[in-house]
């Protein structure tokens, strides 16, 4: 495998951004260069230690997705844009695997999320509130359990190093508009609901993701960023599921319950990970991608 991809070092383009995962790349006026590393970000820590292979398996199981889903709606590919006309054979060898000609639109300021399970985050809200994001749930769910019907409960997209926050649909509508809110919430349960079933015959329990989405001059809403990756959501073996319990899984979960085992305030720096923490989420996306996409 080649070497991990902790940083993209391309000079023949200007760089406009660097998140936690991927590096955007201006390509003229109207599209743009997305390098998907290997970095790897938990509590919104960007660590110090890449996975090796990451970027890749995150670049081909988006690809999947959007083509998968491109009857539904855009996306913000651009086939058009040929990146070896762009880069130095040096940046090529960067960029093998990892990299994305896209559209530049205008991103929507929230992260549309979608739970069909009780875990995480929504595990916690539900033990205090019986709620989760302020929706009211049966009494009596467990751990794990999947939900009686997929819920939207979008976020604030967060700067890099800061955490996102949930916010409820009414402030999705002060913040987009009402009828593009109602678009977003629609889609993103659509898109779940079709991926969740497709994902189940592949041995895969979806039980949360968030989607990314922008529009275009028409205001058109394209599907954008990553699409159902191991880094986007929480994926379950689906023979081994049992509520009751928190599963394992095929992303970083698995990471996150490591660093929880830790003396660390979450704050960065974060913690090198060991050579057995690294190989085996390397090894728990590349299952992933094959089960999904059968490559």
Not at 6 to 17: A, G
Not at 91 to 120: D, F, M, N, S
Request: contains cysteine.
């Amino acid at each position: 495998m080649p070497a991990p991809l902790h940083e993209s070092t391309i000079t023949s383009l200007p760089r406009l951004h660097r998140g936690k995962v991927r590096d955007i790349y201006a390509v003229g006026d109207k599209h743009m260069l997305i390098v998907t590393t290997d970095r790897l970000s938990a509590f919104d820590v960007i660590l110090p230690r890449p996975i090796p292979g990451k970027g890749a398996v995150l670049t081909a199981v988006t690809e999947f997705w959007m083509r998968r889903f491109a009857n539904i709606l855009p996306n913000h590919f651009a086939p058009e844009v040929d990146i070896r006309k762009l880069l130095t054979p040096e940046e090529l060898e960067q960029c093998e695997g990892r990299a994305v000609a896209v559209r530049k639109l205008k991103a929507l300021p929230i992260e549309a999320v979608v739970r069909g399970y009780l875990i995480g985050s929504g595990w916690k809200d539900y033990r205090k509130t019986g709620a989760v994001c302020g929706i009211p749930l049966p009494s009596g769910l467990r751990i794990a359990d999947k939900l009686p019907a997929p819920i939207f409960t979008p976020a604030d997209k967060a700067p890099v190093g800061q955490h996102d926050e949930n916010i409820s649909y009414a402030e999705v509508g002060n913040r987009i508009g009402k009828e593009l809110a109602a678009k977003v919430r629609d889609v993103s349960l659509r898109l779940y609901r079709e991926a969740a079933e497709y994902a189940r015959s592949r041995g895969i329990i979806i039980a949360d993701t968030k989607f990314e989405f922008g529009v275009d001059e028409q205001g058109r809403l394209h599907l954008i960023d990553e699409v159902l990756t191991p880094d986007s959501s929480r994926f379950w073996p689906a023979a081994t599921y049992k509520p009751g319990i928190s599963p394992p899984s095929f992303d970083k979960q698995f990471v996150r319950d490591y660093l929880e085992t830790l003396d660390w305030n979450k704050q960065a720096p974060g913690p090198w990970l060991p050579d057995e923490i690294v190989d085996k989420t390397a090894a728990k996306y590349r299952e992933a991608q094959k089960l999904l996409t059968g490559t």
